[in-house]
């Protein structure tokens, strides 16, 4: 600030990350989001209704099935290979039921476990523009940290994407 003749205070490092807990980064939403856990922990929770929670045949548990209706929600995780009923009432045996009579790629269909793929592919993306690890170490700065590169990733995915118009046929 010298060099430009500016006599303006400047922050530290740590006042910046004093105040970044208290940072307000508002992500606009449209519809209920989805919550996706990938191999680091990375959690992304939405602010909205959380509509439905999706995971790979791993998480085809007693624990993964309890958790969802705590959180109001509904989880979508195809059942394991060579999968048995449980008691009476569980909302698995509902899963393995429609396996069992329509087949996995229809049930992947019908329950929307495709959009786990497309979450992944997000995660993918944001960790390749920003890097696999947060670099602040509580809690409520690290919300933050996610916070802000998913506005940024969400400002250059909006920025780029390409509208496509066919212009003629291609000769053979």
């Given at each position: 600030m010298r060099l430009m003749g500016l006599e303006l205070p400047v922050p530290d490092h740590t006042q910046i990350s004093r105040r970044a807990s208290r940072l307000p980064v508002m992500i606009p939403r449209?519809?209920?989001?989805?919550?996706?856990?990938?191999?680091t922990g990375l959690k992304v929770y939405g602010e909205g209704e959380l509509e439905q929670i999706d995971a790979d045949g791993?998480?085809?548990?007693?624990?993964?099935?309890?958790?969802?209706?705590?959180?109001e929600t509904r989880p979508v995780v195809p059942p394991r290979e060579n999968a048995v009923p449980w008691e009476k009432g569980q909302p698995r045996n509902a899963v393995l039921e429609k396996v069992a009579q329509r087949g996995m790629a229809a049930w992947k269909k019908?329950?929307?476990?495709?959009r786990r793929s497309i979450a992944e592919n997000t995660l993918y993306r944001l960790?390749?523009?920003?890097?696999?690890?947060?670099?602040?170490?509580?809690?409520?700065?690290q919300v933050t940290e996610v916070h802000?590169?998913?506005?940024?990733m969400n400002v250059m995915t909006y920025l780029g994407i390409p509208v496509?118009?066919?212009?003629?046929t291609i000769l053979c």
């Open positions: 449209q519809e209920p989001i989805h919550l996706v856990v990938d191999s791993a998480y085809d548990t007693r624990q993964a099935y309890a958790v969802a209706p705590a959180r019908e329950s929307g476990y495709h960790k390749q523009l920003f890097g696999d690890s947060l670099a602040s170490h509580l809690f409520e700065t802000t590169r998913v506005a940024a496509s118009v066919r212009v003629g």
